[in-house]
């Protein structure tokens, strides 16, 4: 019976440094805000890049067609 009672005491501790453990690990409601706004900021600044990105792009292509409509004329 004891060795019985011993074994049940020592799972019981077990379980409970196992839960408090696993508690502390949990992420707090802060830390999970803290997070989805630093996400949100990474996210704004991958989509500001390649919105330069396609400015850019746009820039040289109407340059190009600036150029080839002007180049057009010359030949007339």
Do not use: C, D
């Not at 390649?50 to 080839?68: D, I, T």
Request: aromatic share 6%; no cysteine.
């Amino acid at each position: 019976m004891k060795r019985i009672f011993a074994f049940m005491l020592l799972l019981v501790a077990l379980s409970v440094a196992w839960s408090i453990l696993a508690q502390a690990q949990r992420a707090t409601t802060a830390e999970n805000m803290r997070r989805s706004r630093k996400e949100a900021k990474q996210q704004q600044k991958v989509s500001k890049k390649l919105s330069k990105k396609q400015r850019k792009a746009m820039k040289k292509y109407e340059k190009s067609q600036r150029k080839a409509a002007k180049a057009n004329r010359r030949t007339r």
